[in-house]
């Protein structure tokens, strides 16, 4: 197929994947917030800027980082690249490009977002519970997903979907579980107190995992079980393990359709393979963040790779 | 008189790019004022495309350099025998109408100096003499000056500046020709050197009724002779460029031009 | 019946329904139908039709209008009816045109018999803007230049047809044809089993065997078509979209394609790909920043002299334009005299050219009866129509005419036939046009039908889009 094409494939799915991840993203700051402050209100919300990667476009609009601000920023801001509107119109123009590489049913759902998001748009804020609107997003990214995996045609077309939704996932995950690790809870006398439960269940529940931790995990939440489920456990679907197993399945049947294998299937590979070996303990005891830090640069190279290999239709 | 050619033309680029592909017209085609007995253009990494004759006479070629690649050289290596045909290009196969070169071109726009030159060329009632006045006035009215213009300035700019090279005298003869409805047109070539012009050179073709295309070279005050060698023609200097390219990249690009036209003793 | 009224009101306007209070032929069948459906139902099928084409995603932006890019273009249920027999003569008329131009084209970049022998002024045809000097002396695959002729015509009586101008380059609009019928079929099954009507599907598959057999001669095999567009910006997107579909060939831009050796290729995850033949919705002056404009970020650098050589073709071939250039629309039967002996089937409107002295005058002096045309313009800007004008806009075109004649030409007001059409307050006659999209390759093929654009303001004789006309599925009965 086209390079350009299965650029604007693979970017259907990064957007809508993202889209999603920034209404979760505002999930968890909000549930955070109701709790009693320990670092003040604006550490929290500040914290789930830096984990966004938009806290610098925050700061040049928006002096205070107050709730409506922040979800006026992540949610509807069309200069915020990363909002949620920002992504589901990009995924929808993308859509609308390749539109004969698609489906009328994924068509359809990429579409009614749109057209619903500018219906949202229009209605006054003090109307939108944000609670309803991340349930939106969700509803309206599981549409698209399940059209996708519905109706599709299983050609090069899907695996570049499935590359781009799995490649988002995987960063994504990474970024939640630093936020909540690394940035929420920066002292380690916090580590195991009332508070650290607290958040760890409500990342869970932003992640709408919160059910599937406990069928899996018996008693107690520890940082240790959290890290096995979101990290090494192939059964939990947002597992860096289980978005990795995607890249790899698509890169696989891209290798196989296409009759040679590219550097994006040695590095999916190795990525795989460094996941299988690792332990909880080993994860410890580099320190969760560094062991995040890693793994998002590892995900992002293989990005690189991927669109170097496939993308650039500099393909030889 | 038998005339060699030799022409380098190196791009450079401070970052190597991806790719590269050139439209050429370097090479020239035989008439009565020339007989080219041998001609070779070679570019660096290149792959030859396509080539043709086009509806002027003139020959292009296609090349294109697969990346990355940091500098490419283009060299041309040919040898032709010429000759005195008063200018008159004769003998020359093509089948543009001469009226295609009636239509003013950003380079050639005319302004109030090259429509009152114009003017004054309407006035003559042979073609032919229009022509040669037309020539002169130019020469006069454009000091030969090496490095006042650039190969954008247009010749209004270059009449106003009173200075410029074979490139303004030619655009400068062209606009106003076409103003007083004389068909004109943009010749480069190469020309055995004096002792002040470069090698790589360009002047003007006016279709004179009768005759056909007359050249006229107001850099040298003459028209067309031996020591020259036509390669092609077009609306201005753009559209008769020798090179036209494009790279894939964003390196910058940098043009190093070497040429020598020589005659062989006979 | 609301139709009736209005009907007998504008008499001098020939009604493609009625005559003499009787039902045409053609239309015998669709009086009940209208009788059987209430408003209420009318009004919830007119729903039912825009919520379709919102959803297959059939808009149209209009040019430098901005507003809502995903307006859509008004369509009417009331379907336009010809005969059999009428068809027929249409179809001669229009594939001779269409061959007359393209024999013109061939001519006019080569010889220029027609220019030597004084049938029509040098000038128009060489320092026309549309002429490219950089493909003289080249003669296309099979001599065709113009390998999809739009030819917009209206009707003025039972007999009676002028054509308004040729379109040689791109003409766009058939996407309409289609899903008109498309979404017609869905809703009124009925009237489609009650009417013999012939189809007008097939004509992406004319379309593609049209281009493949005018692949280059280097092309061996089935060869590898695309098409061009500048991107999904376009306000005609979506019908370039909507065709690669239906053809079964990429949609590209120009960064996906490049020159290499002596071919074009097309980028693609698993590297190079030829391309044969390149059906390009871009304009000439975009197709190549090596021969035309250097600025033009939408095209492919080097294609020009790929295509000359014969590695390529392009569609329709750059220069095609000097054949439906509004000046040389006079000199049209004068090309099917000249090159196929034959007298032209379908007229021109008479027209005059205001660069010439006698016309200029004439014109002048009836502005308020004519429509005047800017000559290189398009879509329906730049362009008087007396009749409907004040006073004000007459004087402004009297004084654009007085300053540049040879942009102007000028017409007289056409009597556009009227054909039912649903309006706010029932069904009304409303002024159409057609034009049906002839394919020139190894053969020359027309789809029986084309799409039909109404003007849906009473009275308005302006159909183009861009200036509030609708659209309507036109039908060819058969035999």
Redesign the interface.
């Known amino acids: 197929?086209?390079?350009?094409?299965?650029d604007n494939l693979f970017w259907i799915a990064r957007y809508m994947e993202r889209a999603e991840t920034m209404a979760r993203l505002l999930e968890v700051g909000a549930r955070i917030s109701l709790l009693p402050s320990v670092h003040g209100y604006r550490s929290e919300w500040d914290s789930l800027l830096q984990a966004s990667g938009t806290a610098d476009g925050f700061d040049r609009k928006y002096a205070e980082p107050v709730a409506r601000n922040i979800e006026s920023y992540l949610f509807f801001d069309h200069d915020n690249p990363s909002s949620v509107a920002s992504c589901l119109r990009q995924a929808r123009?993308n859509g609308?490009?390749v539109?004969?590489a698609l489906t009328?049913q994924v068509?359809?759902a990429l579409?009614t977002a749109f057209q619903e998001l500018k219906q949202l748009e229009r209605q006054p804020r003090s109307e939108l519970e944000l609670t309803q609107l991340t349930d939106w997003v969700t509803r309206h990214a599981a549409m698209v997903r399940g059209s996708i995996g519905a109706t599709l045609l299983r050609n090069?077309g899907y695996d570049?979907l499935n590359l781009g939704y799995c490649l988002e996932r995987a960063d994504a995950t990474a970024r939640l579980l630093d936020v909540k690790y690394y940035v929420l809870l920066p002292r380690v006398e916090f580590v195991g107190s009332g508070l650290d439960n607290y958040q760890w269940m409500t990342l869970l529940r932003a992640l709408s995992l919160h059910r599937a931790f406990h069928w899996t995990y018996a008693g107690e939440i520890t940082a240790r079980k959290i890290a096995d489920f979101l990290i090494l456990n192939p059964q939990s679907p947002r597992s860096l393990v289980t978005s990795v197993e995607g890249i790899n399945h698509a890169l696989h049947r891209?290798g196989r359709a296409?009759g040679r294998e590219t550097v994006a299937q040695v590095r999916g590979r190795q990525l795989n393979d460094m996941l299988e070996r690792v332990t909880v303990e080993d994860i410890f005891d580099e320190g969760m963040h560094e062991f995040l830090t890693r793994f998002i640069g590892d995900v992002a190279t293989l990005g690189y790779h991927v669109w170097e290999s496939?993308?650039t239709?500099?393909?030889? | 008189m038998i005339l060699t050619v030799e022409h380098v033309t190196r791009y450079s680029y401070d970052r190597p790019v991806r790719g590269l592909v050139q439209s050429h017209r370097m090479t020239p085609a035989s008439h009565d004022g020339q007989r080219v007995i041998g001609w070779q253009v070679e570019v660096s990494d290149g792959l030859a495309g396509g080539s043709f004759r086009d509806g002027a006479g003139d020959h292009v070629a296609s090349w294109s350099v697969i990346g990355p690649v940091s500098h490419i050289d283009v060299t041309v290596r040919g040898e032709v025998e010429t000759r005195d045909t008063g200018g008159i290009l004769r003998g020359h196969r093509e089948l543009v109408s001469p009226q295609c070169y009636l239509q003013a071109t950003a380079l050639t726009h005319p302004d109030d100096a090259l429509l009152a030159l114009a003017e004054e060329a309407r006035a003559v009632p042979e073609v032919l003499d229009a022509a040669h006045l037309l020539c002169e006035r130019v020469a006069k009215a454009i000091l030969w000056t090496p490095g006042v213009t650039q190969s954008q300035t247009t010749a209004a700019e270059a009449m106003s500046q009173a200075q410029g090279v074979c490139q303004d005298h030619a655009h400068a003869i062209i606009a106003a020709a076409r103003a007083a409805e004389m068909p004109a047109r943009y010749v480069s070539g190469y020309m055995l050197a004096g002792e002040r012009q470069d090698a790589a050179h360009a002047w003007a073709e006016i279709h004179v009724p009768g005759l056909g295309w007359v050249g006229f070279d107001a850099a040298n005050g003459c028209c067309p002779d031996e020591r020259y060698i036509r390669i092609a023609s077009g609306l201005d200097a753009q559209d008769a460029a020798p090179i036209r390219g494009w790279a894939r990249g964003d390196g910058k690009e940098r043009l190093e031009v070497a040429v020598a036209v020589q005659t062989v003793e006979q | 019946m609301a139709m009736q009224g209005k009907a007998v009101r504008v008499t001098t306007y020939f009604n493609e329904m009625f005559q003499d209070g009787e039902v045409r032929i053609p239309y015998s069948r669709l009086e009940g139908w209208t009788k059987r459906m209430p408003d209420a139902l009318r009004h919830m099928k007119q729903a039912e039709a825009e919520a379709l084409f919102r959803r297959i995603g059939i808009t149209f932006a209009v040019y430098g209008e901005g507003g809502d890019p995903d307006r859509l273009i008004p369509f009417d249920m009331f379907p336009r009816v010809f005969t059999a027999a009428e068809w027929a003569r249409l179809e001669r008329g229009i594939k001779q045109r269409a061959r007359a131009l393209n024999a013109f084209l061939v001519d006019v970049y080569g010889r220029g018999e027609i220019v030597r022998a004084g049938r029509i002024p040098a000038h128009l045809v060489y320092r026309n803007a549309a002429f490219e000097k950089s493909v003289v002396g080249f003669v296309p695959p099979k001599g065709v230049y113009s390998h999809i002729v739009g030819i917009d015509l209206v009707r003025t009586g039972a007999d009676e047809f002028f054509v308004l101008e040729d379109n040689c380059r791109t003409p766009s609009g058939v996407s309409y044809m289609l899903e008109n019928r498309e979404i017609m079929m869905r809703m009124f099954p009925d009237l489609f089993r009650e009417n013999r009507i012939e189809p007008v599907d097939n004509y992406p598959l004319l379309l593609r065997r049209t281009l493949a057999s005018v692949a280059p001669a280097k092309c061996k095999g089935d060869p590898t078509i695309v098409i061009l567009t500048p991107g999904h910006f376009n306000s005609a997107y979506y019908e370039h979209s909507f065709l690669a579909d239906l053809m079964g060939v990429e949609l590209v831009e120009g960064q996906d394609l490049f020159v290499e050796g002596e071919y074009v290729w097309m980028r693609t995850t698993e590297g190079p790909k030829r391309v044969d033949v390149i059906y390009r919705r871009i304009d000439d002056a975009y197709i190549d920043p090596l021969c035309f404009r250097p600025d033009s970020m939408l095209g492919v650098p080097g294609l020009m002299d790929v295509y000359r050589s014969g590695g390529v073709n392009i569609c329709s071939c750059p220069g095609a334009g000097v054949a439906d250039d509004k000046a040389v629309y006079t000199f049209v039967p004068e090309m099917i005299r000249f090159y196929l002996g034959e007298e032209p089937i379908l007229n021109n409107v008479p027209t005059w050219q205001c660069a010439k002295e006698d016309d200029r005058k004439y014109v002048l002096e009836n502005l308020k009866d004519l429509v005047v045309k800017e000559v290189h313009g398009s879509g329906g800007y730049g362009m008087l129509v007396g009749p409907k004008s004040t006073r004000d806009q007459i004087e402004r075109f009297h004084a654009r005419i007085s300053e540049d004649p040879g942009n102007y030409i000028a017409q007289p007001t056409l009597a556009l036939s009227t054909t039912p059409t649903f309006v706010d307050e029932g069904i009304a006659p409303r002024h159409v046009d057609l034009r049906p999209y002839c394919l020139v390759g190894e053969r020359v093929e027309l789809v029986p039908g084309g799409l039909t654009r109404v003007a849906l303001t009473e009275g308005s004789l302006v159909v183009n889009s861009s200036q509030g006309g609708g659209v309507k599925d036109t039908w060819v009965l058969a035999e």
């Open positions: 197929m086209l390079s350009r094409t299965a123009e609308r490009i539109r004969t009328t068509w359809d579409n090069d570049f891209l296409y496939y993308l239709g500099d393909v030889r």
